[in-house]
């Protein structure tokens, strides 16, 4: 599932590939991952255009160009990949750049997010973000502070609330959670200020850890590396892991680590 990290990677790719190529052509294989925009418009509107200097808030990837803006959200199972032209296709390639003899693909299985056009790359982009929160990547340890303290619900559902802060997904949160030793059924409003400072410390590591990798890593020394075992154990106590939903989400946690004291 794309997270922040992954995104990062994605606008990496764009900025290193893209950026200054013209948009030759635009074919859209499956108008179902078009929002707003006919598959028409989109190939009218972005046609003969140039990439600039790309974009991402929380797990929004923002394709600048010197016209319209495209905003990619990847939901589950999508990703940018960038080829030669001559790649062979891949059934699940729903949109499609080509810039000279390279290509830009949105590639996505399930389809649960897409694409869309912001003819204006202030107004629309604004409209089309609206409801997202501050960048986990860039959100400031006082606001930070002021964000969770006001929020009554459970830490684990504030951290992936697209609204609160933009960017944090499953793996990330039980990831930062159980670095900071705290369980993920606490309430946010009831933490202490030296358990805020300390997952807002986590997170920041966790983050530049994972954009590094390119993703949420699943090293062994990692809880992502561990989730997903047959019988998975805590990397620091290597006590068994708990199961729950949180929120609807599926939720891993070490119960020595982090007792729950609600």
Not at 14 to 43: E, F, M
Request: charged letters at 30%; aromatic letters at 4%; glycine letters at 8%.
């Amino acid at each position: 599932m794309p997270e922040l990290p992954d995104v990062e990677g994605f606008r990496e790719i764009l900025a290193s590939c893209a950026q200054g190529k013209r948009i030759n052509r635009v074919d859209v294989h499956d108008t179902g991952v078009l929002h707003g925009v006919s598959a028409g418009r989109l190939s009218r509107d972005l046609e003969g255009h140039r990439f600039t200097a790309p974009e991402r808030h929380g797990k929004w990837l923002l394709a600048r160009t010197d016209g319209p803006t495209v905003l990619l959200h990847f939901g589950m199972t999508g990703e940018l990949v960038f080829c030669p032209e001559a790649d062979p296709a891949d059934p699940h390639d729903r949109v499609v750049f080509t810039l000279g003899r390279n290509q830009l693909r949105y590639r996505d299985q399930r389809k649960l997010q897409g694409l869309w056009l912001a003819e204006d790359a202030d107004a629309d982009v604004a409209r089309i973000l609206d409801g997202q929160g501050v960048d986990a990547m860039s959100v400031k340890r006082a606001e930070f502070d002021e964000l969770l303290s006001r929020r009554r619900s459970r830490i684990k559902s504030a951290l992936t609330n697209q609204s609160v802060l933009a960017g944090l997904g499953n793996l990330l949160a039980d990831e930062i959670l159980w670095r900071a030793r705290l369980h993920p059924e606490r309430r946010a409003d009831r933490l202490t200020a030296d358990e805020r400072h300390r997952l807002y410390t986590e997170m920041r590591r966790a983050l530049r850890s994972s954009v590094r990798a390119g993703r949420v890593p699943t090293r062994k020394s990692w809880l992502t590396g561990r989730r997903d075992d047959a019988d998975p154990t805590c990397p620091r106590c290597e006590g068994p892991l708990s199961h729950t939903r949180v929120g609807g989400r599926g939720t891993v946690w070490c119960a020595r680590c982090q007792p729950d004291s609600r």
